[in-house]
Protein backbone atom coordinates (compact mmCIF):
# COMPACT_ATOMS: atom_id res chain seq x y z
CA UNK A 1 0.00 0.00 0.00
CA UNK A 2 1.19 3.16 -0.63
CA UNK A 3 2.34 5.57 2.02
CA UNK A 4 0.67 9.20 3.19
CA UNK A 5 3.34 11.12 2.07
CA UNK A 6 3.66 9.26 -1.33
CA UNK A 7 0.22 9.77 -1.83
CA UNK A 8 -0.10 13.24 -1.37
CA UNK A 9 3.00 14.06 -3.12
CA UNK A 10 1.40 12.09 -6.26
CA UNK A 11 -2.08 14.12 -5.81
CA UNK A 12 -1.16 17.42 -4.99
CA UNK A 13 2.76 17.90 -5.26
CA UNK A 14 2.97 16.53 -8.91
CA UNK A 15 -0.15 17.93 -11.28
CA UNK A 16 0.16 21.72 -9.49
CA UNK A 17 3.48 22.54 -7.80
CA UNK A 18 6.14 21.12 -10.10
CA UNK A 19 4.74 22.47 -13.26
CA UNK A 20 4.85 25.87 -11.48
CA UNK A 21 8.48 25.41 -10.36
CA UNK A 22 9.55 24.81 -14.02
CA UNK A 23 10.09 20.71 -13.73
CA UNK A 24 7.72 18.66 -16.24
CA UNK A 25 4.21 18.45 -16.06
CA UNK A 26 2.79 14.80 -14.39
CA UNK A 27 -0.49 14.77 -14.51
CA UNK A 28 -2.72 11.89 -12.84
CA UNK A 29 -4.20 9.13 -14.11
CA UNK A 30 -7.09 10.77 -14.93
CA UNK A 31 -8.74 14.08 -15.04
CA UNK A 32 -11.15 13.14 -12.67
CA UNK A 33 -7.99 12.70 -10.23
CA UNK A 34 -6.33 15.77 -11.73
CA UNK A 35 -9.33 17.82 -11.13
CA UNK A 36 -9.84 16.17 -8.02
CA UNK A 37 -6.68 17.42 -6.57
CA UNK A 38 -7.61 20.42 -7.62
CA UNK A 39 -10.89 20.71 -5.53
CA UNK A 40 -8.85 19.96 -2.31
CA UNK A 41 -6.39 22.36 -3.04
CA UNK A 42 -8.75 24.90 -2.67
CA UNK A 43 -11.17 23.38 -0.43
CA UNK A 44 -8.49 23.69 2.59
CA UNK A 45 -7.97 27.10 2.50
CA UNK A 46 -11.73 28.00 1.94
CA UNK A 47 -12.47 25.82 4.41
CA UNK A 48 -9.74 26.69 7.25
CA UNK A 49 -11.23 30.47 6.64
CA UNK A 50 -14.70 30.01 6.68
CA UNK A 51 -14.49 27.81 9.90
CA UNK A 52 -12.65 30.66 11.33
CA UNK A 53 -15.00 34.15 10.27
CA UNK A 54 -17.86 31.64 11.46
CA UNK A 55 -17.14 30.07 14.22
CA UNK A 56 -13.46 29.84 15.85
CA UNK A 57 -13.40 33.90 15.86
CA UNK A 58 -16.51 33.87 18.33
CA UNK A 59 -15.18 31.88 20.72
CA UNK A 60 -11.60 32.14 20.97
CA UNK A 61 -10.57 34.87 23.33
CA UNK A 62 -9.86 38.45 22.19
CA UNK A 63 -6.89 39.06 24.40
CA UNK A 64 -4.21 40.26 21.75
CA UNK A 65 -7.07 42.62 20.61
CA UNK A 66 -6.25 46.40 20.94
CA UNK A 67 -9.15 48.17 23.41
CA UNK A 68 -10.05 50.26 20.10
CA UNK A 69 -10.33 46.69 18.07
CA UNK A 70 -12.23 44.90 21.32
CA UNK A 71 -14.83 48.14 20.95
CA UNK A 72 -15.88 47.12 17.60
CA UNK A 73 -15.96 43.39 17.59
CA UNK A 74 -18.42 43.94 20.50
CA UNK A 75 -20.62 46.12 19.18
CA UNK A 76 -23.96 44.60 18.98
CA UNK A 77 -25.62 44.97 15.59
CA UNK A 78 -28.67 46.95 15.51
CA UNK A 79 -32.25 44.91 15.43
CA UNK A 80 -33.17 46.87 12.40
CA UNK A 81 -30.48 45.41 10.25
CA UNK A 82 -30.75 41.87 11.67
CA UNK A 83 -34.62 41.85 10.64
CA UNK A 84 -33.52 42.66 6.91
CA UNK A 85 -30.24 40.37 6.65
CA UNK A 86 -32.98 38.00 7.82
CA UNK A 87 -35.34 38.98 5.06
CA UNK A 88 -32.69 38.94 2.38
CA UNK A 89 -30.42 36.28 2.75
CA UNK A 90 -33.14 33.40 2.21
CA UNK A 91 -34.83 35.02 -0.74
CA UNK A 92 -31.16 35.69 -2.05
CA UNK A 93 -29.87 32.21 -1.75
CA UNK A 94 -33.16 30.89 -3.23
CA UNK A 95 -32.83 32.74 -6.57
CA UNK A 96 -28.94 31.78 -6.65
CA UNK A 97 -30.63 27.84 -5.78
CA UNK A 98 -32.61 28.04 -8.75
CA UNK A 99 -30.23 30.35 -10.93
CA UNK A 100 -27.40 27.40 -9.66
CA UNK A 101 -29.26 24.49 -10.71
CA UNK A 102 -29.18 25.15 -14.56
CA UNK A 103 -25.26 25.53 -14.39
CA UNK A 104 -23.54 21.78 -15.55
CA UNK A 105 -27.22 21.02 -17.66
CA UNK A 106 -27.60 24.91 -19.39
CA UNK A 107 -25.43 23.74 -22.66
CA UNK A 108 -26.99 20.21 -22.85
CA UNK A 109 -30.70 21.20 -22.49
CA UNK A 110 -30.01 23.77 -25.40
CA UNK A 111 -27.91 21.61 -27.72
CA UNK A 112 -30.64 19.20 -27.35
CA UNK A 113 -33.55 21.23 -28.08
CA UNK A 114 -31.79 23.55 -30.66
CA UNK A 115 -30.01 20.71 -32.75
CA UNK A 116 -30.85 20.82 -36.50
CA UNK A 117 -32.65 24.31 -35.76
CA UNK A 118 -29.67 27.14 -34.77
CA UNK A 119 -26.35 27.06 -33.50
CA UNK A 120 -26.08 26.37 -29.83
CA UNK A 121 -23.68 29.90 -29.96
CA UNK A 122 -27.16 32.01 -31.73
CA UNK A 123 -29.31 30.71 -28.77
CA UNK A 124 -26.90 32.32 -26.36
CA UNK A 125 -27.01 35.97 -28.32
CA UNK A 126 -30.41 36.19 -28.69
CA UNK A 127 -30.50 35.89 -25.41
CA UNK A 128 -27.61 38.62 -24.55
CA UNK A 129 -29.16 40.63 -26.93
CA UNK A 130 -32.86 40.19 -25.52
CA UNK A 131 -31.25 41.15 -22.09
CA UNK A 132 -29.54 44.48 -23.54
CA UNK A 133 -32.60 45.50 -25.33
CA UNK A 134 -35.56 44.99 -23.17
CA UNK A 135 -33.81 45.11 -19.73
CA UNK A 136 -33.74 49.08 -19.28
CA UNK A 137 -37.56 49.12 -20.15
CA UNK A 138 -38.70 46.62 -18.41
CA UNK A 139 -37.08 47.98 -15.17
CA UNK A 140 -38.66 51.14 -15.86
CA UNK A 141 -41.88 49.57 -16.15
CA UNK A 142 -41.63 47.58 -12.55
CA UNK A 143 -40.20 50.83 -10.49
CA UNK A 144 -43.21 52.75 -11.80
CA UNK A 145 -45.15 50.52 -9.49
CA UNK A 146 -45.60 50.88 -6.10
CA UNK A 147 -43.80 47.94 -4.78
CA UNK A 148 -40.38 49.43 -7.12
CA UNK A 149 -37.53 46.71 -5.83
CA UNK A 150 -40.06 44.37 -3.78
CA UNK A 151 -41.81 43.91 -7.18
CA UNK A 152 -38.92 43.80 -9.60
CA UNK A 153 -36.95 40.60 -7.44
CA UNK A 154 -40.51 39.41 -8.13
CA UNK A 155 -40.47 40.07 -11.65
CA UNK A 156 -36.80 38.23 -11.96
CA UNK A 157 -38.54 34.85 -10.64
CA UNK A 158 -41.20 35.40 -12.97
CA UNK A 159 -38.69 35.64 -15.71
CA UNK A 160 -36.20 33.23 -14.68
CA UNK A 161 -39.06 31.05 -14.52
CA UNK A 162 -41.00 31.24 -17.85
CA UNK A 163 -36.50 30.59 -19.14
CA UNK A 164 -36.81 27.62 -17.19
CA UNK A 165 -40.28 26.28 -18.51
CA UNK A 166 -38.74 26.74 -22.01
CA UNK A 167 -36.17 24.30 -22.01
CA UNK A 168 -39.56 21.97 -21.80
CA UNK A 169 -40.67 22.55 -25.39
CA UNK A 170 -38.59 22.13 -29.12
CA UNK A 171 -40.42 25.12 -30.82
CA UNK A 172 -37.57 27.30 -32.29
CA UNK A 173 -39.49 30.42 -31.30
CA UNK A 174 -40.49 29.53 -27.97
CA UNK A 175 -37.23 28.21 -27.07
CA UNK A 176 -35.58 31.60 -28.62
CA UNK A 177 -38.05 33.79 -26.69
CA UNK A 178 -37.99 31.38 -22.95
CA UNK A 179 -33.64 32.28 -23.71
CA UNK A 180 -34.74 35.90 -23.89
CA UNK A 181 -36.78 35.59 -20.79
CA UNK A 182 -34.04 33.80 -18.88
CA UNK A 183 -31.67 36.66 -19.46
CA UNK A 184 -33.63 39.41 -18.78
CA UNK A 185 -34.53 37.37 -15.26
CA UNK A 186 -31.19 36.62 -14.44
CA UNK A 187 -30.39 40.89 -15.10
CA UNK A 188 -32.91 41.39 -12.48
CA UNK A 189 -32.16 38.60 -10.35
CA UNK A 190 -28.58 40.77 -9.82
CA UNK A 191 -29.97 43.55 -9.16
CA UNK A 192 -33.09 43.59 -7.61
CA UNK A 193 -32.97 41.66 -4.22
CA UNK A 194 -29.70 43.99 -3.70
CA UNK A 195 -31.23 47.29 -4.40
CA UNK A 196 -33.97 46.56 -1.85
CA UNK A 197 -31.99 45.50 0.84
CA UNK A 198 -29.31 48.01 0.43
CA UNK A 199 -32.51 50.61 0.09
CA UNK A 200 -34.31 49.71 3.12
CA UNK A 201 -30.90 49.67 5.18
CA UNK A 202 -30.00 53.24 4.49
CA UNK A 203 -33.47 54.39 4.96
CA UNK A 204 -32.92 53.55 8.50
CA UNK A 205 -29.96 55.45 8.88
CA UNK A 206 -28.61 52.19 11.46
CA UNK A 207 -25.27 51.97 9.26
CA UNK A 208 -23.82 55.32 8.08
CA UNK A 209 -20.83 53.78 7.45
CA UNK A 210 -21.80 50.70 5.09
CA UNK A 211 -20.25 48.52 7.90
CA UNK A 212 -23.18 45.79 8.48
CA UNK A 213 -24.32 46.44 4.94
CA UNK A 214 -20.28 45.04 3.64
CA UNK A 215 -20.82 42.30 6.05
CA UNK A 216 -24.61 41.17 4.67
CA UNK A 217 -22.73 41.38 1.06
CA UNK A 218 -19.97 38.98 2.72
CA UNK A 219 -21.85 36.42 4.00
CA UNK A 220 -24.48 36.10 1.34
CA UNK A 221 -21.41 35.85 -1.47
CA UNK A 222 -19.50 33.05 0.99
CA UNK A 223 -22.71 30.96 1.33
CA UNK A 224 -23.74 31.26 -2.41
CA UNK A 225 -20.82 29.37 -3.67
CA UNK A 226 -21.66 26.57 -0.65
CA UNK A 227 -25.24 27.13 -2.22
CA UNK A 228 -24.24 26.37 -5.74
CA UNK A 229 -22.50 23.05 -4.78
CA UNK A 230 -25.75 21.87 -3.13
CA UNK A 231 -27.52 23.14 -6.32
CA UNK A 232 -25.41 21.32 -7.84
CA UNK A 233 -26.22 18.09 -6.51
CA UNK A 234 -29.90 18.30 -6.58
CA UNK A 235 -29.60 19.30 -10.25
CA UNK A 236 -27.85 15.98 -10.54
CA UNK A 237 -30.03 13.94 -8.80
CA UNK A 238 -33.19 15.94 -11.12
CA UNK A 239 -31.65 15.55 -14.10
CA UNK A 240 -30.84 11.40 -13.44
CA UNK A 241 -34.69 10.36 -12.23
CA UNK A 242 -36.59 13.06 -13.36
CA UNK A 243 -35.84 14.05 -17.21
CA UNK A 244 -32.60 14.14 -18.03
CA UNK A 245 -30.86 17.66 -18.85
CA UNK A 246 -34.73 19.30 -18.60
CA UNK A 247 -34.51 17.90 -15.34
CA UNK A 248 -32.93 20.73 -13.27
CA UNK A 249 -35.10 23.24 -15.41
CA UNK A 250 -38.69 21.58 -14.08
CA UNK A 251 -37.36 21.86 -10.17
CA UNK A 252 -35.96 25.07 -10.12
CA UNK A 253 -38.85 27.05 -10.28
CA UNK A 254 -40.09 25.49 -7.21
CA UNK A 255 -37.37 27.76 -5.71
CA UNK A 256 -38.25 30.74 -7.16
CA UNK A 257 -41.66 30.37 -6.01
CA UNK A 258 -41.09 29.61 -2.71
CA UNK A 259 -39.12 33.47 -2.69
CA UNK A 260 -41.98 34.67 -3.94
CA UNK A 261 -43.56 33.85 -0.93
CA UNK A 262 -41.23 35.07 1.10
CA UNK A 263 -41.41 38.18 -0.79
CA UNK A 264 -44.81 39.12 -1.17
CA UNK A 265 -45.64 38.32 2.75
CA UNK A 266 -42.92 40.22 4.36
CA UNK A 267 -40.85 42.50 2.24
CA UNK A 268 -41.76 46.07 2.67
CA UNK A 269 -42.91 48.19 0.05
CA UNK A 270 -39.27 50.21 -1.55
CA UNK A 271 -41.04 53.47 -1.42
CA UNK A 272 -37.96 56.11 -0.96
CA UNK A 273 -39.12 59.92 -0.51
CA UNK A 274 -36.55 62.39 -2.05
CA UNK A 275 -36.22 66.05 -1.45
CA UNK A 276 -35.06 66.52 -5.05
CA UNK A 277 -36.05 69.05 -7.07
CA UNK A 278 -37.01 71.91 -5.47
CA UNK A 279 -36.15 70.80 -1.85
CA UNK A 280 -39.36 70.32 -0.62
CA UNK A 281 -41.55 67.89 -1.84
CA UNK A 282 -42.00 65.37 0.36
CA UNK A 283 -44.21 63.26 -1.89
CA UNK A 284 -41.98 62.66 -4.77
CA UNK A 285 -41.22 59.28 -3.98
CA UNK A 286 -38.79 56.71 -6.46
CA UNK A 287 -41.86 55.35 -8.59
CA UNK A 288 -42.14 56.52 -11.94
CA UNK A 289 -38.19 56.38 -12.86
CA UNK A 290 -37.06 55.72 -16.70
CA UNK A 291 -33.68 55.64 -18.93
CA UNK A 292 -33.55 59.41 -18.55
CA UNK A 293 -33.56 59.69 -14.76
CA UNK A 294 -30.63 57.08 -14.80
CA UNK A 295 -29.16 59.07 -18.26
CA UNK A 296 -29.42 62.13 -15.56
CA UNK A 297 -27.81 60.81 -12.99
CA UNK A 298 -24.55 59.53 -15.50
CA UNK A 299 -24.47 63.40 -16.37
CA UNK A 300 -24.23 65.06 -13.07
CA UNK A 301 -21.78 62.43 -11.13
CA UNK A 302 -19.11 61.14 -12.91
CA UNK A 303 -18.50 58.32 -10.19
CA UNK A 304 -21.48 56.94 -10.49
CA UNK A 305 -20.93 56.80 -14.60
CA UNK A 306 -17.33 55.46 -13.37
CA UNK A 307 -18.77 52.93 -11.15
CA UNK A 308 -21.12 51.84 -13.89
CA UNK A 309 -18.38 51.47 -16.70
CA UNK A 310 -16.08 49.28 -13.98
CA UNK A 311 -19.04 46.94 -13.58
CA UNK A 312 -20.14 46.31 -16.93
CA UNK A 313 -16.58 45.77 -17.95
CA UNK A 314 -15.90 43.18 -15.18
CA UNK A 315 -19.26 41.16 -15.62
CA UNK A 316 -18.89 41.40 -18.90
CA UNK A 317 -15.39 39.46 -18.42
CA UNK A 318 -17.39 37.53 -16.48
CA UNK A 319 -19.93 36.48 -18.96
CA UNK A 320 -16.92 35.74 -21.64
CA UNK A 321 -15.28 33.18 -19.17
CA UNK A 322 -18.20 31.19 -18.62
CA UNK A 323 -18.91 30.92 -22.15
CA UNK A 324 -15.60 30.29 -23.28
CA UNK A 325 -13.76 28.10 -20.33
CA UNK A 326 -15.43 24.79 -21.32
CA UNK A 327 -14.07 24.86 -24.72
CA UNK A 328 -10.61 25.93 -23.32
CA UNK A 329 -10.53 23.45 -20.35
CA UNK A 330 -11.79 20.53 -22.87
CA UNK A 331 -8.78 21.33 -25.84
CA UNK A 332 -6.71 21.20 -22.60
CA UNK A 333 -8.04 18.13 -21.55
CA UNK A 334 -7.88 15.85 -24.51
CA UNK A 335 -4.84 17.02 -25.35
CA UNK A 336 -2.94 15.99 -21.60
CA UNK A 337 -5.12 12.93 -21.49
CA UNK A 338 -6.05 11.81 -25.32
CA UNK A 339 -9.27 12.89 -27.07
CA UNK A 340 -11.26 9.97 -25.84
CA UNK A 341 -11.08 11.62 -22.17
CA UNK A 342 -14.15 13.87 -20.99
CA UNK A 343 -14.13 16.68 -18.73
CA UNK A 344 -15.28 15.87 -15.36
CA UNK A 345 -17.81 18.62 -15.27
CA UNK A 346 -19.49 18.58 -11.67
CA UNK A 347 -15.96 18.70 -10.81
CA UNK A 348 -14.74 21.49 -12.72
CA UNK A 349 -18.06 23.21 -10.92
CA UNK A 350 -17.39 22.37 -7.87
CA UNK A 351 -13.70 23.90 -8.20
CA UNK A 352 -14.98 26.84 -9.30
CA UNK A 353 -17.45 27.34 -6.43
CA UNK A 354 -14.80 26.51 -3.71
CA UNK A 355 -12.81 29.10 -5.49
CA UNK A 356 -15.10 31.90 -5.12
CA UNK A 357 -15.70 30.62 -1.71
CA UNK A 358 -12.32 31.17 -1.19
CA UNK A 359 -12.18 34.95 -2.38
CA UNK A 360 -14.98 35.48 -0.45
CA UNK A 361 -13.49 34.30 3.12
CA UNK A 362 -10.25 36.47 2.29
CA UNK A 363 -12.87 39.52 1.55
CA UNK A 364 -14.87 39.29 4.78
CA UNK A 365 -11.44 38.68 6.81
CA UNK A 366 -9.94 41.99 4.91
CA UNK A 367 -12.74 43.94 5.89
CA UNK A 368 -12.74 42.50 9.04
CA UNK A 369 -9.27 44.15 8.69
CA UNK A 370 -10.70 47.60 8.09
CA UNK A 371 -9.50 46.78 4.58
CA UNK A 372 -11.03 49.24 1.86
CA UNK A 373 -13.57 47.97 -0.79
CA UNK A 374 -12.38 49.46 -3.19
CA UNK A 375 -8.59 48.91 -2.59
CA UNK A 376 -9.92 44.90 -2.24
CA UNK A 377 -11.53 45.68 -5.86
CA UNK A 378 -8.63 47.35 -7.50
CA UNK A 379 -6.53 44.07 -6.59
CA UNK A 380 -9.26 41.75 -7.89
CA UNK A 381 -9.61 43.38 -10.98
CA UNK A 382 -5.83 43.62 -11.95
CA UNK A 383 -4.93 40.51 -11.11
CA UNK A 384 -7.85 38.79 -13.09
CA UNK A 385 -6.86 40.82 -16.17
CA UNK A 386 -3.73 39.18 -15.66
CA UNK A 387 -5.54 35.81 -15.29
CA UNK A 388 -7.40 36.05 -18.59
CA UNK A 389 -4.35 37.89 -20.01
CA UNK A 390 -2.00 34.39 -19.50
CA UNK A 391 -5.27 32.32 -20.82
CA UNK A 392 -5.29 34.56 -24.06
CA UNK A 393 -1.50 33.33 -24.10
CA UNK A 394 -1.85 29.41 -22.91
CA UNK A 395 -4.59 28.81 -25.55
CA UNK A 396 -2.13 28.41 -28.41
CA UNK A 397 0.24 25.97 -25.99
CA UNK A 398 -0.19 22.43 -26.19
CA UNK A 399 -0.37 20.36 -22.93
CA UNK A 400 -1.64 23.93 -21.05
CA UNK A 401 -3.84 22.21 -18.80
CA UNK A 402 -1.97 23.20 -15.28
CA UNK A 403 -1.82 27.05 -16.95
CA UNK A 404 -5.12 26.94 -17.62
CA UNK A 405 -6.58 25.51 -14.21
CA UNK A 406 -4.36 27.84 -12.43
CA UNK A 407 -5.08 30.97 -14.54
CA UNK A 408 -9.26 30.16 -14.31
CA UNK A 409 -8.46 29.06 -10.03
CA UNK A 410 -7.33 32.63 -9.81
CA UNK A 411 -9.64 35.01 -11.53
CA UNK A 412 -12.92 32.38 -9.89
CA UNK A 413 -11.17 33.46 -6.68
CA UNK A 414 -10.73 37.13 -7.55
CA UNK A 415 -14.61 37.11 -8.74
CA UNK A 416 -15.28 36.28 -4.90
CA UNK A 417 -13.02 39.15 -3.77
CA UNK A 418 -15.30 41.56 -6.35
CA UNK A 419 -18.24 40.52 -6.00
CA UNK A 420 -19.14 41.71 -2.10
CA UNK A 421 -16.93 44.61 -3.08
CA UNK A 422 -19.25 45.79 -6.35
CA UNK A 423 -21.88 45.15 -3.51
CA UNK A 424 -20.94 48.02 -1.19
CA UNK A 425 -19.96 50.27 -3.79
CA UNK A 426 -23.23 50.07 -5.13
CA UNK A 427 -24.57 50.87 -1.82
CA UNK A 428 -21.97 53.94 -1.22
CA UNK A 429 -21.76 55.49 -4.78
CA UNK A 430 -26.03 54.93 -6.43
CA UNK A 431 -28.78 57.32 -5.24
CA UNK A 432 -31.35 55.29 -3.52
CA UNK A 433 -33.86 56.67 -5.61
CA UNK A 434 -32.37 55.73 -8.85
CA UNK A 435 -30.54 52.81 -8.06
CA UNK A 436 -32.95 49.74 -9.88
CA UNK A 437 -32.85 51.54 -12.72
CA UNK A 438 -29.22 52.42 -12.32
CA UNK A 439 -28.05 49.02 -12.06
CA UNK A 440 -30.20 47.44 -14.79
CA UNK A 441 -29.01 49.66 -16.61
CA UNK A 442 -25.40 48.39 -16.02
CA UNK A 443 -26.77 45.08 -16.46
CA UNK A 444 -28.26 45.88 -20.18
CA UNK A 445 -24.28 47.37 -20.94
CA UNK A 446 -22.79 44.61 -20.06
CA UNK A 447 -25.06 42.16 -22.01
CA UNK A 448 -24.46 44.46 -25.04
CA UNK A 449 -20.74 43.62 -24.60
CA UNK A 450 -20.85 40.46 -24.74
CA UNK A 451 -22.39 40.48 -27.97
CA UNK A 452 -20.59 42.36 -29.66
CA UNK A 453 -17.53 40.60 -28.31
CA UNK A 454 -19.31 36.98 -28.93
CA UNK A 455 -20.29 38.22 -33.05
CA UNK A 456 -16.62 39.00 -33.56
CA UNK A 457 -15.38 35.62 -32.05
CA UNK A 458 -14.82 34.27 -35.67
CA UNK A 459 -12.74 37.65 -36.82
CA UNK A 460 -10.53 37.26 -33.37
CA UNK A 461 -10.40 33.93 -32.49
CA UNK A 462 -10.41 32.14 -29.01
CA UNK A 463 -7.45 33.74 -27.87
CA UNK A 464 -8.69 36.79 -29.11
CA UNK A 465 -12.09 36.89 -27.27
CA UNK A 466 -9.63 35.75 -23.84
CA UNK A 467 -7.33 39.11 -24.78
CA UNK A 468 -10.48 41.37 -25.36
CA UNK A 469 -11.56 40.05 -21.81
CA UNK A 470 -8.25 41.06 -20.18
CA UNK A 471 -8.66 44.21 -21.73
CA UNK A 472 -11.78 44.97 -20.43
CA UNK A 473 -10.91 44.32 -17.06
CA UNK A 474 -7.46 46.79 -17.80
CA UNK A 475 -10.22 49.54 -18.58
CA UNK A 476 -11.67 48.77 -15.43
CA UNK A 477 -9.02 49.18 -13.37
CA UNK A 478 -8.24 52.79 -15.21
CA UNK A 479 -11.50 53.66 -14.30
CA UNK A 480 -11.65 52.52 -10.51
CA UNK A 481 -8.03 54.10 -10.32
CA UNK A 482 -10.12 57.44 -11.71
CA UNK A 483 -13.13 56.78 -8.92
CA UNK A 484 -10.62 56.42 -6.26
CA UNK A 485 -9.09 60.07 -7.21
CA UNK A 486 -12.29 61.30 -7.28
CA UNK A 487 -13.65 60.21 -4.03
CA UNK A 488 -10.45 60.94 -2.38
CA UNK A 489 -10.53 64.88 -3.59
CA UNK A 490 -13.55 64.84 -2.87
CA UNK A 491 -12.91 63.55 1.05
CA UNK A 492 -9.99 66.32 0.98
CA UNK A 493 -12.48 69.10 0.21
CA UNK A 494 -15.10 68.19 2.63
CA UNK A 495 -12.53 67.58 5.73
CA UNK A 496 -12.76 71.47 7.06
CA UNK A 497 -16.46 70.72 7.20
CA UNK A 498 -16.27 66.75 8.57
CA UNK A 499 -13.71 68.40 11.41
CA UNK A 500 -16.04 71.26 12.39
CA UNK A 501 -18.82 68.67 12.84
CA UNK A 502 -16.48 66.35 14.94
CA UNK A 503 -15.65 69.19 17.08
CA UNK A 504 -18.81 70.18 17.50
CA UNK A 505 -19.59 66.54 18.90
CA UNK A 506 -16.54 66.77 20.97
CA UNK A 507 -17.49 69.95 22.53
CA UNK A 508 -21.27 68.65 23.16
CA UNK A 509 -19.49 65.54 25.08
CA UNK A 510 -17.19 67.74 27.03
CA UNK A 511 -20.26 69.75 28.17
CA UNK A 512 -21.84 66.50 29.22
CA UNK A 513 -18.66 65.11 31.09
CA UNK A 514 -18.24 68.35 32.92
CA UNK A 515 -22.20 68.47 33.85
CA UNK A 516 -22.03 64.92 34.91
CA UNK A 517 -18.81 65.60 37.21
CA UNK A 518 -20.54 68.60 38.80
CA UNK A 519 -23.60 67.22 39.64
CA UNK A 520 -21.34 63.64 41.39
CA UNK A 521 -19.28 66.59 43.23
CA UNK A 522 -23.13 67.62 44.54
CA UNK A 523 -23.68 64.29 45.40
CA UNK A 524 -20.53 63.37 46.96
CA UNK A 525 -20.47 66.91 49.48
CA UNK A 526 -24.45 66.00 50.20
CA UNK A 527 -23.65 62.58 51.10
CA UNK A 528 -20.60 64.09 53.41
CA UNK A 529 -22.64 66.17 55.24
CA UNK A 530 -25.61 63.73 56.15
CA UNK A 531 -27.63 65.40 54.06
CA UNK A 532 -30.10 62.85 51.85
Same mark, same amino acid.
Given at each position: ???????????????? &??????????????????????????????????????????????????????? &????????????????????????????????????????????????????? $???????????????????????????????????????????????????????????????????????????????????????????????????????????????????? $??????????????????????????????????????????????????????????????? &???????????????????????????????????????????????????????????????????? $??????????????????????????????????????????????????????????????????????????????????????????????? $??????????????????????????????????????????????????????????????????
Amino acid at each position: MMSISASFAEIVVDPI &VIPLLGGPTIHNDSPQAYFATGLTVLLIPAALLFLWQTVLCHVLPKKEMTAAQRL &VSEQTKPPAISAFQLLYLPVFWLLRTAFWMSGPYFVPVYAKKAEGLISIDNVF $RVGFASAAVLLPAIASIVSSSYTDEKSGTIAAAVFYALGAASTQVSNLPLLLAGRGCGNIGTGLLNTMPEAWVSSEIQKTGADPYGRWLSKIFATAFAFDSIVAILAGQVAAVAAE $RIGGPEGPFQVSPLFLALAVVIIGLFWTDTDVPTDKDGGGDAKQTSNGLSLQDAANVFASDTK &VLLLGLVQCSFEAATYLFVLNQAQAIGGAVSASFGADSKVPNGLVFASYMTATLLGSCIYGHLSELRC $RPEGILSVAIIASAVALGAVGTLCSVESNLTGLTVAFFVFEVMAGLAKPSFSWLRSKYLPIRERSILMTAFSAVFNFLVLVISLSNNLIGDAGVW $RAASALLVFAFVCLLQLRRIARQEAIDNAPRTWRRVRAKWVSIARVMQIRRLVQGIAKQAASEGIE
